[in-house]
């Protein structure tokens, strides 16, 4: 009886388990919708969170577009500046590729330098499949994946088209928002107190 009761526990704890976050970008080229996986890249996601809660990304470019490749963005602002990052995170490549995931069309990553663990705010959409920044990719590390786009392919594509020059679009794709679905914006503080 216990066993059966545990069981019924366990699926009724399932069934009521918190959705994947989403966070929905607005750029100057339209909206798209990143679903996030906290259990294949916890740091990764928490990271990212972060920044989009912070309002870090709000003015910030798709910087670096290569059409047959990916689509860079979260880190320069539209007069080339890179803005100020927390402290990079480690890389959970490894972790996320044994939770199945891997640097195809349509996944979002996290961009670093050369350096395995210096991923800060910058991240990427694969707008092809790229198995080379699969674990452990070319240097012992790879790219790591913590979600997909789930609406709004169609805004990154546009983004993935733009001309470009050097690998930088000629007129800057902005990012004006960037807001986890479900959640409101902060509200602003409160003053003084509050009459009774």
């Not at 906290?38 to 470019?61: C, D, Q």
């Not at 047959?68 to 590729?97: C, L």
């Not at 789930?150 to 960037?178: C, E, H, L, Q, S």
Request: glycine share 10%.
């Amino acid at each position: 009886m216990r066993i059966r009761t545990l069981a019924f526990s366990l699926i009724a704890l399932a069934a009521f388990a918190a959705p994947n976050p989403k966070v929905k970008f607005t750029t100057n080229l339209g909206s798209f919708t990143l679903e996030l996986d906290p259990e294949a890249a916890p740091k990764t996601v928490a990271n990212f969170l972060g920044y989009v809660k912070s309002g870090h990304y709000k003015g910030t470019t798709f910087h670096r577009v290569i059409a047959k490749f990916m689509v860079q963005g979260g880190g320069m602002t539209a007069d080339g500046a890179e803005k100020p990052t927390k402290a990079p995170i480690p890389n959970e490549a490894q972790h996320a590729q044994e939770k199945g995931w891997r640097n195809v069309r349509g996944t979002v990553a996290m961009a670093r330098t050369g350096a395995p663990h210096s991923a800060t705010s910058q991240f990427f959409v694969n707008v092809v499949d790229n198995p080379f920044l699969d674990y452990p990719g070319q240097d012992g590390w790879g790219y790591c994946v913590f979600g997909k786009v789930v609406d709004g392919m169609d805004t990154v594509d546009k983004i993935r088209d733009v001309k470009t020059a050097a690998d930088r679009p000629v007129k800057p794709v902005i990012i004006t928002g960037a807001v986890v679905e479900g959640q409101s914006a902060k509200a602003p503080a409160k003053t003084g107190k509050h009459k009774k």
